[in-house]
């Protein structure tokens, strides 16, 4: 069964940075392609970036591109989403997602192309 347990999440000021880790078990981690979701208080849960199962190919939400990144260890079975320029509308429980795919080609941008979620982790930036 495929677990995935993020962490690195925290209260930082804005303007500052964080690292988040997502750690996967269960399966074939080079098989899943990963993505990365947020849900600010009150509101849904968006798209924040996705990364493909070789690590060679990143996708990212227009609010994100050029602050986060996306990379992945698959030595150690872990994703990680490196967050730099944080500021206060990035507020929100960060999840982790995973989704099994033979098509390194296709980036995964919607929460039901994934098969598997995290709990998610708290990272609050403050103003």
């Known amino acids: 069964q495929v677990q995935l347990v993020e962490s690195g999440g925290g209260l930082v000021q804005a303007g500052g940075s964080l690292r988040l880790s997502c750690a996967f078990s269960?399966?074939?981690?080079?098989?899943?392609?990963m993505g990365w979701f947020r849900q600010a208080p009150g509101k849904e849960r968006e798209f924040v970036g996705c990364?493909?199962?070789?690590?060679?190919?990143?996708y990212y939400a227009d609010s994100v591109e050029g602050r986060f990144a996306i990379s992945r260890d698959n030595a150690k079975n872990t994703v990680y989403l490196q967050m730099n320029s944080l500021k206060s509308e990035d507020t929100a429980v960060y999840y982790c997602?995973?989704?099994?795919?033979?098509?390194?080609?296709?980036?995964?941008?919607?929460?039901?192309?994934?098969?598997?979620w995290g709990q998610g982790t708290q990272v609050t930036v403050a103003s």
């Open positions: 990364i493909n199962p070789s690590g060679a190919t990143t």
């Open positions: 269960g399966h074939t981690f080079s098989s899943n392609a």
């Open positions: 997602a995973a989704k099994y795919t033979i098509d390194y080609s296709r980036s995964y941008y919607r929460e039901v192309e994934y098969d598997y």
